[in-house]
């Protein structure tokens, strides 16, 4: 009777609520958009019309929640300087909420040719660590450095530098209350994705924290 009455109740309500219901009970995302692009891409019709439109609205619900999820974490981190220097970058993908940590000059998440990770990296990982554990999320980290020739030693080069920043991130994660089990992927892929044509600049120091809902 119980989950009768929700039904009924939730059917009565504006979309709005609507919407707001589908965020609390967390539907696996879908949405596929740019954090800047400001809509939802359009779906081919695989169904009938009552079908698309409860995908629609299941969409659009999905990226409320992901909207949601990036508009808290930029609070916690706001800064004027952070901003200008695009110091942190949030998407919604495929994957759900990708967030990409760069290591600028005023806001490095790592000291430099390190894996040790900065007192401005360790407040960012914190407010991460936060929304993650409220939110249930599984998470995926992926380090990348850049085509540095001071990271040319044979015995520690990119590849063990980029792989122990994912799994340092990994450790401050789970220090900050986030469970071991909700880390699905640490991942170091030295110089092979470079952001751009440079491999050697700087804006490919970084960290890249992918959030999905757990299903």
């Not at 939802?40 to 949601?68: H, R, V």
């Not at 894996?115 to 409220?134: C, K, S, V």
Request: some cysteine; proline content about 2%; overall charge neutral.
């Amino acid at each position: 009777m119980m989950a009768l009455f929700m039904v009924l109740w939730i059917c009565a309500q504006d979309k709005k609520i609507m919407i707001a219901t589908s965020k609390y009970f967390k539907q696996p995302f879908s949405a596929v958009n740019d954090m800047t692009g400001g809509g939802i891409l359009d779906a081919q019709a695989s169904g009938s019309p009552g079908e698309d439109d409860a995908y629609a609205k299941a969409t659009a619900a999905n990226l409320a929640f992901l909207n949601s999820l990036a508009s808290d974490l930029n609070k916690m981190i706001n800064a004027r300087d952070v901003m200008e220097e695009k110091a942190v970058e949030m998407q919604v993908t495929s994957d759900g909420l990708k967030i990409t940590l760069h290591d600028k000059t005023k806001h490095a998440i790592f000291k430099k040719s390190t894996a040790e990770i900065t007192e401005w990296g360790q407040l960012t990982l914190q407010n991460l660590a936060w929304i993650i554990d409220r939110n249930d999320l599984k998470v995926y980290i992926d380090g990348h450095t850049s085509d540095d020739d001071s990271l040319k030693d044979a015995n520690y080069g990119p590849w063990e530098l980029s792989a122990d920043r994912a799994n340092a991130a990994r450790r401050l994660l789970v220090r900050y209350a986030v469970k071991p089990e909700k880390i699905e992927r640490v991942t170091g892929y030295a110089a092979t994705k470079p952001v751009g044509s440079a491999a050697q600049a700087v804006a490919n120091d970084r960290l890249t924290i992918s959030l999905a809902a757990s299903r």
